[in-house]
């Protein structure tokens, strides 16, 4: 008996949601005309239906407010952006952006490891694009406020709730979520894709 042994090679260049081929792109390579704030944590691009698409999400990470006295107070804020070229010209879908400041505890403002997501779930030939975050300045314990945007289009879907904490070996708190009408009246694919994301990733991670 012969064996045969077929080795598939991997690429972490592309990834394929649907009908789609995403690109990781360097910042280098981006188009001049983009502008962004902080540091760049995701940059894809992919051509659908809409044109050449380059989204980003960004953070900046702690920073000291330099016009506050107390140098115990931290702020920070992330972002995501849409471009689209078309025709030769570029232009800005939309623009998440969210922010936590003056906080003198701990602040967590990040989003979510591998929840960033391009897909096209209902194959129409738009893309689908998703982030997660959390967003807390606490002293304590506790669940922070986690949001799941996903834009279709211009077109935002949102599902806002808080994250999940242990606090013992059996015992949980927090994990509670609210889908936006977007997702509960529209597409049924998004509105599973959103609660699985968001149970895939409730759990808080320090």
Known sequence: MKLTIIIILLTFTNFIYGQLTIAKIDSAKLPKEIKYSGHITNSVKWTDNLGINYVLTTATGEYLNKNNENDNFKSAALYA????????????????YDFNKDCDFDLYLRFIDNTFKVTDLDKNGIAEVWVMYENQCTSDVSPAPTKIIMYEGNKKYAVRGENKVKISEKEFIGGQYNLDNNFKNGNPLFRQFAIDLWKKNELKKW
């Open 81 to 96: 952006y849409h471009y689209i070229l078309k025709d030769d010209s570029l232009k800005l879908l939309w623009k998440i």
